[in-house]
Structure formats: C-alpha cells, structure tokens
C-alpha cells in the first residue's frame, strides 16, 4: 500500500524525518519497502496560462503558443493534442532542469524560436501519463512555482502489510499507528450526518446475509458530474497510485483510501426496482467496467436489482449501471462483505481489485455508516446534489463476533521477558482502539470491530511487543523443564529412514501437494482427486493421490539442466478422495490423508568415478535400496515382491509389494511411452510405498550369539524360467528346518548348456545350532529334504 506522507502528517504529524518515521512504522511490524518522491527532480517550472495557440506555419502536429508566465508572456512551439487558449499547464522556462538533468534552452522547431516547453505529468515525473499537457485547475495562480502550487516536496510510504494487517489499509489505520508510538493524539476528519434533502430511497433486501450482514445505501439527486474533482483529491488518489476518473469515482476510491471502506456509486437511473444482495444464478453473466463479460458463478455474491445482476460484491462495478457523464442520480453503496465466502473469488475471475484485497482481509464492520456520511458530505462539497436518507439491511446474528480476551499480567514477564506498568499496559492496549478493563489476575479486553486478528491472549502480547518495540526486548535465554520423549523400539523413525536414503546416495525432495491434473492422470487414472477451488496456478490446480508426479517433474527440472545421475525420494501425504477414514486420523470427511514415501533413479548406478564401470541403473538397483529400508525394521522377510501390473509403468518390469500379504506399494519402471511423452533421456525407476509398513518394526529381542561354528551348502537347482526366485526361496525356508541361519541367491543363468525353458539358481544355505556342533549327517538332512520339497512342487532338479 502507497501512501502520501504529507496526507499521513494530516492526521499526525511526529517530529520525525521521513527516513525515521519510515524505521519506526517497520519496527512497529507494518514493513516500509520503499520510500520515494512524488514527483522527479526539477526546478524551474511555473503556473502558465496559453492566452492564444495557433496552427504552426510548416507543420500540421505542430502549435504556436502565446503564454502567459505571470511576468511575462512568451512563445511556445507545442505539439500537444489539448493544447489551447485558456488551458492552464505547466511551463518549464528557459533555464530550467527537469528530471535527467534536462535543461530547458531557446530552441527553434522548423523555422519557429520556443522559449521554454508546456509539460506533460510524464516530463515531470509525476506519472507515465504523456498523451497530452497537464491541465491544472482554472484557479491556479499564473507564475506560481509548481512545486510549491501542487506541493511536490512530498514522500510515498510504500508498506508491505501482512494480510492480518487490514486495519492499515488506509490512512486512518496507519496514523493511529503513528500516534499511538508517539504518544499523540490523531486529528481526524470531522465527519457530521449530512442533513437529509428529500425522502427518496431504494428498497434493500438481503437474501445472503451470511455472505453480506450489513448493506447501507443512499439516493443523491442532481449531482453535476461536469464538475472536475479538486486538485487536492486528485493529488492524493494520485500519489495513492489511484487515477482520477470522475468526482462520483474519485470520492469513493478517497473514502477507502482514507478510512479503508470501499464503497460504489450507481446511476439511480439505471436501476429497475429495488437492491437484491444474493448469489449467482445460473447463467447468469455481467460486463464489468473493465469491459469484460464474466460467466457468473452460482457461488458469487451479486448486487442485483430487479433486471439483474449490477456488480460482483466486493470486487468490481457492472457496465450497465456504471456513472458517467449524464448521470443525474446516484445511489451511493457502503457494505460489509464477510473475509472468509469472499476469499479468492475475485482471483477466480482472474481480478484483483483495491475493493476484493480489502474485503478479503476484513473490512471495519461497523464502519459504513461512517464512510456513507463522509462520502456524501465530500459530494454535496464537490458536484452538489441533495441526499435522502440512509437505508441500512443488517443480519445482526451474522455479523462477526467479538468475544472478550483476557490477558494475564503474569504472563507478560513470563513470555515477554518484559515488566511493564499496568497503566502502560493500558495505554497500548487502549491506543489500539480496545477496551480495557482491569480484573484481579490482568485485564479484560473488548477487540474493536477493525482488528480481525486479535482472539486470543498470545495476540494481546504480540500487540505489547510490537508497540514497546521488538528491538527494546531484552535478550534471555530460554529456560523450560524438557522430559525425555520414549522413542518406540517397535517403530524406525523418519528421521532414520531419511539418514539412511541419503548414506545410499539419494536427496530429499520435498514438492508441492498440488500437481498438474494431466500429469496426476498418467499415474492414477482411476482415482479422482480434489479440485482446489483457486489453483495457485494451472498445472497445480489438483491435490495429489500420489508422490510420483511431483518427483517425476523434479527429475525433469534436474536432466534438462544437465544432471545424468539423479537419485530423489520424498516423504509425504497422499490424498484420496471419497474414502472412509477413522476419527483419530487427521483431515476432512471423504478425505483420506496417507503417509507415504516414494523414491526414483535415473541414470547410472554409480556416480561417475575413474573406479566405476559406468553402467547404467536397473530395477534390481532400486528394490535394493528399498530393501535395504525395510531391513532397519527387522521385518524384512513379511515383505514379498509379486510380478504386477500399474497404468505407467512397465508391464514385464513391475512389481506389487507385499507385507503379510496385504499389498503396501508398488515398484517398477516408468513405461517406454510415458517416459517418451514425459522427455525423459533416460529408463527412470520408481517406487511408492506406505509409510506405515516401513516405519513398523519388530520388537528387538536379544539372541545369544553362538560359540559353534557354521555350516555353509550351496545347491545350484534347475528350473522353469516362469518360477520367481523369490517363491522358491520361501520354499526353501520352510523345508530346510530349524538350523537354517541364512539364505543367499548368488548366482542366476540361462542360457547355453541348460534347457532354454529353464534356468540356474545358485542358493548358499547356512546352517548352525546355538547348543552344539552341526554333524554332516544333520545337515545333509535338511539339504536333502529341501532338494525333495523343490524337486516335488518345482520339478526342479540338481544342475551338475
């Protein structure tokens, strides 16, 4: 928000520079980004008056002017398109220095001696615009410098407010923040009720009060909109960054500028019947006064009269019923519109309107009569006109509450580190417009109807810190009585499984919950996921139902900047729509938030290295690394790999993962086609598991270590092809008995000298007894029955 310092110091005025009254307005918490001069650098420039503007001998775009300087009357060759007789502009004589350092010289233009040049706002830095001279009032004074006439030497404050700041979103609510750190009293405008005229008025009727509690509005007869705006109100919406349109306009954007109510201005005789606030109706559209035509949706908040819809609440006038030059009667408008049903309507029309960011954040609630009044007295002033009476439509039960908030005394030194005063207490508290009252333990507080973000006691103390001075606060070290937490031996920690990925060369990602719906389609075609009703932009415009998406664009951002290698995982929620969820679990009814991690390679296994081979990833490399993780939870053998299907990822090279036969995640690589459709260099594997399984562990129990040596078989077993390792692993667990100790695949072959439907597996059995040595003839037992069992359910047979 911009705001002129010489306004601001019309309602207090601190002896402090700009530079100090800038630090002091950041300290207090409302951040100064800038400051700057309204206007450029230039001296030299006077009030002229051009007495006479003829068409230039040799030039058709060209004027000689005869201008009056106050002193003296001197020529002027001009090509403005306003330039005439009678116009009063700006004159910058010969010798003076506009911004850039240009100096004004006796020139000739075809023929023709200029001395000096009529000015544009542009040429004097005071705005881009340059279509034209600067028309200045017909009551300025001829010859008296500009600076001083418009009085330039003036600053813009531009603060960066936070959007639980909407108090300061107008001169009011800054200067009572001035005032209040500089023990002042704030000199308002005296705003007395207007006398009413006439008794005309409009019928409101309030069919959204939920959206709309309060709607106050006001018939104003035989305006004279020809009349210009005052230069002093132009000025000011000016260095507000606000253009001056008409005096109906004006007064309204002056109205929210100064006391931060945005306010509209219909043509009375425009409207058909009486004010409906209600919501959208279906089909229904409005051409805005930016000139485009809206679709309406069912949820927007409309001010309708009896034909229709005349404006979007809270965000932008209609074209139907705007002001314009032959309007005679307004009906002028002052309204609450409710921060939260408002939220992000105005960006879902792709707008953003002075009105939507003020009403977004909370407008004074009790402030529209105030507005209405000062709006009409500036009117009456400026374009004349006689006011009827204000009609209010108020929803008492909606509008917002006010609970009372009790602040502790005890609790200011204790979270403070600060004593202060109970009557400094009470004169910060009192100078933020709050009423106090003092009880046993601190002080009851009444919130004003402006402070939508004070509702609880740590925001009173937040208001003590901010006004005493964050950087007054002492500094003392923190002191708390901290318990052990219990760490859960049958649990791995996050914090665990993400030191173990990283030592395995992987980097945590962490992306955005909201993924581009096409992208989310490839990897969950059959889940329907939450729409965001305002999407950041479009291609974050759904809430994931998987963590792949958003890996898989990080994988891409790294390859097209020259990373071969990537190695990415990520641990987060995945959101389901329409599920079933218990009442412990966090989120909304129909919405089931999972835990889950998921991780990708691309790539070469190792990075690159004079001491590795270079060869690339494969499948085996990332289900290596996942089993690696489940290892930590002592569980690894209830995990099982199965031979599965997923919509992006190949079929022959996939797999569903299982624990205690409940499906848990899947792993695989992407399909050749979605990775051509998604750019992808190289094969990129991925996996995506829940969170839950992994974190579960075993409760670790201590086993003796044994003092009897071990006892090592290998068999190498032939085959079907179609038989996965994996089964017959477990086949081999459970016939080898109760001295198996370990159990390793080290070898796979096929290929020339065995049956091409066939296949080698190479399995070393370890076998040990805690109580004695292992005989050969235990152990050749157990190989025996485990060579039966294969033989018997695999048709497997000893390879020579």
């Known amino acids: 928000m911009k705001i002129s310092e010489q306004w601001l110091r019309e309602w207090v005025n601190p002896e402090l520079s700009t530079d100090e009254l800038a630090h002091q307005i950041t300290m207090a918490g409302l951040e100064v980004d800038a400051v700057e001069p309204v206007a450029g650098d230039f001296s030299g420039v006077v009030v002229a008056e051009i007495l006479s503007a003829e068409q230039h001998p040799d030039a058709d775009k060209l004027r000689l002017c005869q201008v009056s300087a106050g002193d003296e009357t001197v020529q002027i060759v001009c090509g403005a398109p306003n330039a005439r007789a009678g116009l009063k502009a700006p004159l910058a004589r010969v010798g003076a220095v506009l911004p850039g350092d240009f100096k004004i010289k006796k020139a000739k233009l075809r023929g023709v001696e200029s001395f000096g040049m009529l000015c544009a706002e542009q040429e004097l830095g005071l705005s881009d615009a340059s279509d034209g001279l600067m028309e200045l009032p017909a009551d300025a004074p001829v010859g008296a410098d500009i600076r001083c006439f418009l009085g330039l030497d003036d600053r813009l404050i531009e603060i960066g407010l936070t959007p639980n700041r909407a108090d300061c979103l107008g001169i009011a609510g800054i200067a009572r923040e001035v005032g209040l750190l500089n023990r002042l009293p704030v000199s308002e405008p005296v705003i007395d009720t207007v006398a009413e005229s006439h008794g005309d008025t409009l019928d409101v009727e309030l069919k959204a009060p939920v959206h709309c509690p309060r709607y106050l509005g006001r018939v104003i007869r035989n305006v004279d909109l020809s009349r210009p705006s005052p230069l002093w109100l132009q000025e000011k919406l000016r260095r507000c960054g606000v253009r001056s349109i008409d005096a109906a306009v004006d007064v309204t954007n002056y109205v929210m500028l100064e006391l931060g109510q945005p306010m509209h201005a219909f043509d009375l005789d425009k409207l058909s019947g009486g004010i409906v606030v209600r919501t959208a109706q279906p089909g229904e559209s409005l051409e805005l006064l930016d000139g485009q035509t809206v679709e309406l949706n069912t949820d927007t908040l409309?001010?309708?009269?009896?034909?229709?819809?005349l404006a979007m609440a809270g965000i932008m006038g209609g074209q139907p019923s705007a002001v314009g030059e032959g309007t005679r009667h307004l009906f002028l408008e002052a309204a609450f519109f409710a921060p939260d049903p408002l939220a992000g309507r105005a960006r879902g029309y792709g707008l953003h309107t002075d009105s939507s960011h003020r009403f977004e954040r909370g407008v004074d609630f009790e402030l529209q009569h105030r507005a209405m009044e000062r709006a009409t007295q500036l009117l009456l002033e400026i374009v004349g006109g006689e006011a009827g009476p204000v009609t209010e439509a108020v929803s008492a039960d909606d509008l917002p509450a006010r609970p009372d908030v009790t602040l502790r005394a005890a609790r200011i030194k204790k979270l403070l580190g600060i004593e202060l005063a109970a009557e400094d207490v009470e004169r910060i508290l009192s100078g933020l417009g709050l009423g106090v009252s003092a009880t046993a333990e601190g002080w009851t507080c009444t919130v004003p109807s402006w402070r939508f973000d004070i509702a609880i006691e740590a925001d009173l103390l937040e208001e003590l810190a901010r006004v005493y001075g964050y950087n007054n606060l002492p500094v003392t070290r923190i002191r708390a009585d901290l318990a052990m937490p219990a760490r859960k031996e049958a649990e791995v920690s996050p914090r665990t499984l993400r030191r173990h990925l990283s030592a395995r060369g992987y980097r945590e990602a962490i992306t955005y919950s909201f993924v581009e719906p096409k992208l989310q389609q490839v990897f969950d075609p059959g889940l329907e996921p939450v729409h965001l009703a305002n999407p950041i932009s479009a291609d974050m415009a759904v809430m994931r139902t998987s963590l792949l998406p958003g890996l898989v664009s990080a994988v891409l951002r790294n390859t097209h900047r020259q990373q071969p290698r990537v190695r990415l995982f990520e641990t987060g929620l995945r959101f389901i729509k329409g599920e079933e969820r218990s009442s412990d679990e966090p989120g909304l009814p129909g919405l089931r938030q999972e835990p889950t991690l998921a991780m990708v390679a691309t790539g070469q296994r190792f990075a690159e290295s004079w001491a590795a081979a270079g060869e690339a990833a494969d499948f085996f490399d990332l289900k290596g690394d996942l089993e690696s993780l489940l290892s930590l939870g002592r569980a690894a053998q209830e995990f099982e790999f199965v031979a599965g299907t997923h919509p992006a990822l190949h079929p022959g090279q996939t797999a569903r993962i299982?624990?205690?036969?409940?499906?848990?995640?899947?792993?695989?690589?992407?399909?050749?086609?979605?990775?051509?459709?998604?750019d992808l260099n190289a094969p990129l594997y991925v996996c995506e598991i829940d969170l839950k399984a992994v974190v579960d562990a075993r409760q670790p129990a201590f086993s003796e270590l044994s003092k009897f040596p071990e006892v090592r078989r290998d068999l190498a077993v032939l085959v079907d092809k179609a038989v996965p390792a994996a089964e017959l692993m477990a086949n081999v667990r459970a016939a080898a008995g109760a001295y198996l100790t370990d159990l390793r695949l080290f070898d796979v072959y096929a290929g020339k000298g065995i049956?091409?439907?066939?296949?080698?597996?190479?399995?070393?059995?370890?076998?040990?007894?805690?109580?004695?040595?292992?005989?050969?003839?235990?152990?050749?037992?157990?190989?025996?029955?485990?060579?039966?069992?294969?033989?018997?359910?695999?048709?497997?047979?000893?390879?020579?």
Not at 670 to 675: D, G, K, L, N, S
């Open 302 to 309: 409309v001010i309708a009269d009896h034909s229709g819809p």
């Open 658 to 678: 299982r624990r205690q036969g409940v499906d848990v995640g899947y792993i695989g690589v992407i399909h050749p086609t979605v990775q051509a459709q998604l």
């Open 755 to 800: 049956d091409p439907e066939r296949k080698s597996l190479a399995l070393g059995l370890t076998f040990r007894d805690q109580s004695r040595t292992l005989s050969d003839e235990d152990v050749n037992l157990a190989v025996n029955q485990v060579v039966d069992s294969l033989e018997k359910n695999y048709n497997a047979e000893l390879r020579n």
